[in-house]
């Protein structure tokens, strides 16, 4: 990608959403010359720190809507990812031929190192977690960035063009890219998450297969062969297919085979045994398409297991928090739908006291709530979604079911009904707005008030 300032110099941009991203976009096209105006749906009491630094820098914020007259003059859209792709503002924007990017968009034209795009329903921060670790022990130059942490926008200076830029892309950030183009594009799987934004499952497939729509027959596209909706796209691709599975081992891929991951990407290698790697079966997708990464980018197969078998896991996903009172805790507060909940609850051997619920993103939980029935104990629900959720169970597990005000509330609730040796398992199924500012801030409360009971 050329780097486009000379363009941006001068002219009136609008960005859309101060969170994470939409700070860090406006710190740096008010640092390269760009005349920015900055506008939230919250009014500046609730972005008080937020609107004294951007006055500091002599920078215009608007708050508490988002009028038409914000256009006036306006030559591009930038959007962070929580802004809804339905606001009346950016159709009356696409009418007027004003350009919307996502922060994405906008940081891929200054990056002159390869990036490497991951996305998904479920799996992308583990696969880039991995990637990174394998990047870093094989001392090749690399920065992970985007929905893991950092904005892609911030670390167009930390990156020479000989590294790779590893990066966590979701649904929301495909929304407005135009030729946003990983030269290694990675889809993990697709199923029915943040319907309450994209309306419905094609849309939402429709988005995520964005990551590969620039990719030219020199770039790769990474994908899971055993998802019947991503195999279906294959066809449609512009650039190389690489494909992964737990169920064999594809002709140009990698896979498992007698319990042993095998890649036939180039030439065929034995990388190592799965009992070797410290993953639950859930986790093997992620696995499978860090090594494809890493092996198309020539890193040693010695290296790649090393990183695998010393693997200490991420906070919130599958995190095990100890064994309080003999009971065995686990905190999955990532899983914020229905699929990953399922995954977690397939990879212990006996029951589970499940705390599940949260946010309504209108999904359907009829597949979780028949695991239930036969892999939880006892269920404890919070949230929006208690009710929808509770709805899907048999009729028979009325004793066994739990309505809980708050997480202090169900982590009292399960310890009572736990005996020794039980699992208490947090992994809720739903994101958690309704109630906490993410899931990180979800899955520390969890852990606090159970160590309040150690």
């Known amino acids: 990608m050329k780097?486009?300032?000379?363009?941006?110099?001068?002219?009136?941009?609008?960005?859309?959403?101060?969170?994470?991203?939409?700070?860090?976009?406006?710190?740096?096209?008010n640092k390269i010359g760009a005349k920015v105006l900055t506008n939230d749906i919250k009014d500046k009491d609730e972005l008080t720190s937020v609107v004294r630094m951007l006055n500091c820098l002599g920078i215009d914020f608007v708050g508490g809507h988002h009028k038409n007259w914000l256009l006036d003059e306006v030559e591009l859209i930038i959007v962070s990812p929580g802004v809804p792709a339905d606001?009346?503002?950016?159709?009356?924007?696409n009418k007027k031929g004003i350009d919307v990017w996502s922060e994405v968009e906008l940081a891929a034209k200054f990056i002159s190192a390869p990036i490497i795009g991951v996305t998904g329903t479920n799996g992308k921060t583990l696969a880039v977690s991995l990637i990174g670790d394998i990047y870093r022990s094989?001392?090749?130059?690399?920065?992970?960035?985007?929905?893991?942490?950092?904005?892609?926008?911030?670390?167009v200076d930390k990156i020479s063009k000989n590294g790779r830029v590893i990066a966590e892309i979701s649904s929301f950030q495909?929304?407005?890219?135009?030729?946003?183009?990983?030269?290694?594009?990675?889809?993990?799987?697709?199923?029915?998450?943040?319907?309450?934004?994209?309306?419905?499952?094609?849309?939402?497939?429709?988005?995520?297969?964005?990551?590969?729509?620039?990719?030219?027959?020199?770039?790769?596209?990474?994908?899971?062969?055993?998802?019947?909706?991503?195999?279906?796209?294959?066809k449609n691709l512009m650039s190389q297919p690489i494909f992964f599975s737990n169920k064999g081992v594809p002709k140009n891929g990698i896979g498992i085979e007698d319990n042993t991951i095998v890649s036939n990407i180039s030439n065929r290698k034995i990388?190592?045994?799965?009992?070797?790697?410290?993953?639950?079966?859930?986790?093997?997708?992620?696995?499978?398409?860090?090594?494809?990464?890493?092996?198309?980018?020539?890193?040693?197969?010695?290296?790649?297991?090393?990183?695998?078998?010393?693997?200490?896991?991420?906070?919130?996903?599958?995190?095990?928090?100890?064994?309080?009172?003999?009971v065995f805790i686990y905190n999955d507060s990532k899983a914020t739908n229905p699929q990953s909940t399922i995954a977690a609850l397939r990879s212990f051997k006996k029951p589970v006291i499940l705390i599940a619920g949260g946010r309504d993103k209108k999904m359907d939980f009829s597949e979780l709530g028949k695991e239930i029935d036969v892999n939880v104990k006892t269920l404890i629900l919070i949230g929006e979604?208690?009710?929808?959720?509770?709805?899907?169970?048999?009729?028979d597990r009325e004793?066994?079911?739990?309505?809980?005000?708050?997480?202090?509330?169900?982590?009292k609730i399960a310890f009572k009904q736990c005996n020794e040796k039980d699992i208490i398992l947090l992994s809720p199924a739903c994101a958690s707005f309704d109630m906490f500012r993410d899931y990180k801030e979800r899955g520390e409360v969890f852990k606090r008030e159970v160590l309040k009971i150690s």
């Open 399 to 411: 004793n066994k079911l739990f309505f809980a005000k708050d997480i202090k509330d169900a982590v």
């Open 138 to 155: 094989a001392k090749k130059e690399s920065l992970v960035a985007g929905n893991i942490g950092n904005p892609l926008i911030d670390i």
């Open 271 to 326: 990388i190592c045994k799965i009992s070797e790697l410290p993953f639950p079966h859930h986790h093997l997708t992620s696995v499978l398409s860090a090594i494809a990464v890493s092996i198309l980018d020539d890193i040693d197969i010695d290296v790649i297991v090393d990183v695998l078998k010393d693997y200490k896991g991420l906070p919130h996903r599958m995190e095990y928090v100890g064994r309080i009172k003999g």
């Open 174 to 234: 495909l929304e407005w890219i135009e030729q946003f183009k990983p030269y290694i594009g990675v889809l993990l799987n697709i199923s029915s998450n943040h319907l309450d934004r994209h309306y419905n499952l094609n849309e939402y497939t429709k988005l995520k297969l964005r990551i590969f729509s620039n990719q030219t027959e020199k770039d790769f596209a990474i994908l899971n062969y055993d998802d019947p909706l991503i195999k279906s796209h294959e």
């Open 385 to 395: 979604t208690s009710d929808i959720i509770a709805s899907t169970l048999s009729k």
């Open 3 to 29: 780097d486009i300032t000379k363009e941006l110099v001068g002219k009136k941009l609008l960005i859309i959403g101060l969170g994470r991203s939409g700070i860090s976009t406006t710190l740096f096209l």
């Open 87 to 93: 606001l009346p503002l950016l159709k009356i924007a």
